[in-house]
């Protein structure tokens, strides 16, 4: 009953989104044709809500996704972590979704994923498996409004999401052969369920496909439930895109916001000379945040 409680506000209000837009652009206009997509691209570190693990995950990755002219398309991703401490397919990501434009200004989605993580992995983000989102833009010619919010879905309860982006693209070329550079800045904000399942997870992990000498430990964060702004972003994504192919470059910089309380209870258990000694300790830290730069490359083929 908690977990219904904790997600169907927002599950209602994606599910309104969608059937109120959806009945505005039955008369839009669809795109031009149905295409296939392929993309090979590479992710310089994974950075999430503006935290990271303290080893890199840097991935290659290869997306084919079916984009039909209606608007309807899916896609599904690989992510292949190419580190010195481990070389393996890390995650991989299956996204259905529905595009739609209801006039020249104003335009939107909604998509459900599901989520295959590695049992090894030490992305901060390993621990969702999948969400449901929405996302609506609204272009005002000087400057374009994008808002996104949804749900996530981890071992823990779900969290909330919601994230805004105010950019102003610069356009050149033409339809056929269109250049693009668009100044961002970013807030994303979220509840921290599955940060504090990942906190939980990540003793018992190294990066490799072994596990660490550990105590016993039980870590909770103060109030994960709560909707807090949880990263500023600045981003300047450019790129190139005609009718067959393309290819983007999107550096980011992101501050990250709002530190974790954490609350860490061990139990160390020692067998010397036959004797079985227990430990119990209590340790209250504050998670430390930084700024982190990422970036983002690939280019894509459309058939």
């Given at each position: 009953m908690h977990l219904l409680k904790s997600i169907y506000k927002p599950l209602l209000i994606n599910l309104f989104l969608f059937v109120v837009l959806r009945g505005y652009t039955q008369n839009s206009d669809s795109?031009?044709?149905?295409?296939?997509?392929?993309?090979?691209?590479?992710?310089?570190n994974s950075i999430y809500n503006g935290?990271?693990?303290?080893?890199?995950?840097?991935?290659?990755?290869?997306?084919?996704?079916?984009?039909?002219?209606?608007?309807?398309?899916?896609?599904?991703?690989?992510?292949?972590?190419?580190?010195?401490?481990?070389?393996?397919?890390d995650n991989t990501d299956v996204?259905?979704?529905?595009?739609?434009?209801?006039?020249?200004?104003?335009?939107?989605?909604?998509?459900?994923?599901?989520?295959?993580?590695?049992?090894?992995?030490?992305?901060?983000?390993?621990?969702?498996?999948g969400s449901i989102n929405s996302d609506i833009t609204y272009d005002a010619s000087i400057l374009t409004l994008e808002v996104s919010d949804g749900i996530l879905f981890s071992s823990a309860l779900p969290d909330y999401y919601f994230t805004g982006n105010l950019s102003h693209p610069f356009n050149w070329g033409t339809d056929d052969a269109l250049w693009s550079i668009t100044p961002s800045l970013i807030a994303n904000l979220s509840?921290?369920?599955?940060?504090?399942?990942?906190?939980?997870?990540?003793?018992?992990?190294?990066?490799?496909?072994?596990r660490q000498v550990i105590d016993i430990q039980e870590i909770q964060l103060n109030n994960p439930?709560?909707?807090?702004?949880?990263?500023?972003?600045?981003?300047?994504?450019?790129?190139?895109e005609s009718k067959k192919w393309g290819f983007?470059?999107?550096?980011?910089?992101?501050?990250?916001?709002?530190?974790?309380?954490?609350?860490?209870?061990?139990?160390?258990?020692?067998v010397i000379?036959?004797?079985?000694?227990?430990?119990?300790?209590?340790?209250?830290?504050?998670?430390?945040?930084?700024?982190?730069?990422y970036a983002e490359l690939g280019i894509f083929i459309k058939l």
């Open positions: 795109a031009t044709r149905s295409y296939f997509k392929t993309q090979l691209g590479y992710l310089s935290r990271k693990d303290s080893l890199a995950t840097p991935y290659i990755t290869t997306s084919i996704g079916y984009f039909n002219k209606k608007g309807f398309y899916i896609n599904t991703t690989v992510y292949y972590l190419s580190a010195s401490y481990a070389s393996r397919i996204e259905l979704g529905y595009s739609f434009t209801i006039n020249k200004k104003l335009s939107g989605s909604v998509s459900t994923n599901k989520t295959f993580y590695n049992t090894n992995s030490i992305a901060v983000n390993s621990d969702i498996k509840t921290r369920n599955s940060f504090e399942s990942y906190l939980k997870f990540r003793q018992t992990k190294n990066g490799k496909a072994k439930k709560k909707l807090q702004l949880l990263s500023y972003e600045i981003a300047i994504p450019f790129n190139f983007f470059i999107t550096p980011t910089y992101s501050l990250a916001q709002n530190a974790a309380s954490i609350t860490t209870t061990s139990t160390v258990i020692r000379n036959g004797v079985r000694t227990i430990q119990h300790t209590t340790q209250k830290t504050t998670e430390t945040i930084g700024n982190n730069f």
